[in-house]
């Protein structure tokens, strides 16, 4: 089991557990300072919403930083394990939805949750190549949130300057509602 820490908000310093191996590569904590740090406008009171959520750490960084609540999608039953222990640790089950399922098919399951999610993040593993193609049902489903904006370009920016190989991330935020 590997460790990572929480870089701000109310768990700042926070140590969750993360899946060791190379199948999961959590966010790494530079690349989330710069996220949020971008959107930390938008994060307080937000819904956020983590495709392919791996180790949780972008959700699990939000709830710290103030976010509503949080819904992590991950397929693997072992992965949405330990992000249900790490909610736990953190005392924020009441502001947390963990779905155990693969991204692609679970957006009845997500939208049965009955949030409309400000701030989607999509962080598939590096070999996936179908996520945000057009046609794609979560293409789909992002594409429907109301009053989307486009991503920005700065996060693009910073996202590509902080992992070794380019990273299929991409934070969308809604607005307000």
């Not at 919403?49 to 939000?62: Q, R, V």
């Not at 609540?69 to 992000?83: Q, R, Y």
């Not at 692609?104 to 190549?129: K, N």
């Not at 193609?133 to 109301?146: H, L």
């Amino acid at each position: 089991m590997a460790k990572i820490r929480i870089t701000g908000g109310a768990n700042r310093g926070f140590i969750i557990d993360v899946p060791a191996g190379a199948r999961v590569r959590p966010t790494p904590s530079m690349a989330r300072e710069a996220i949020f740090n971008i959107l930390a406008p938008a994060i307080q009171d937000a819904v956020v919403l983590e495709f392919f959520a791996g180790a949780g750490t972008l959700g699990l960084e939000a709830l710290s930083r103030g976010a509503s609540h949080a819904i992590f999608v991950e397929v693997s039953a072992k992965h949405a394990e330990l992000i249900t222990r790490n909610v736990a640790r953190l005392r924020a089950g009441a502001r947390a939805t963990v779905i155990g399922a693969d991204a692609y098919h679970s957006l009845t399951r997500v939208e049965a949750v009955g949030l409309a999610a400000d701030i989607v993040f999509l962080d598939p593993p590096y070999d996936e190549t179908r996520s945000l193609s057009p046609g794609t049902k979560i293409a789909a489903f992002v594409a429907r949130c109301e009053g989307i904006e486009e991503w920005d370009v700065e996060l693009a920016h910073v996202l590509g300057r902080h992992h070794e190989v380019a990273i299929k991330c991409l934070a969308i935020h809604a607005g307000s509602r």
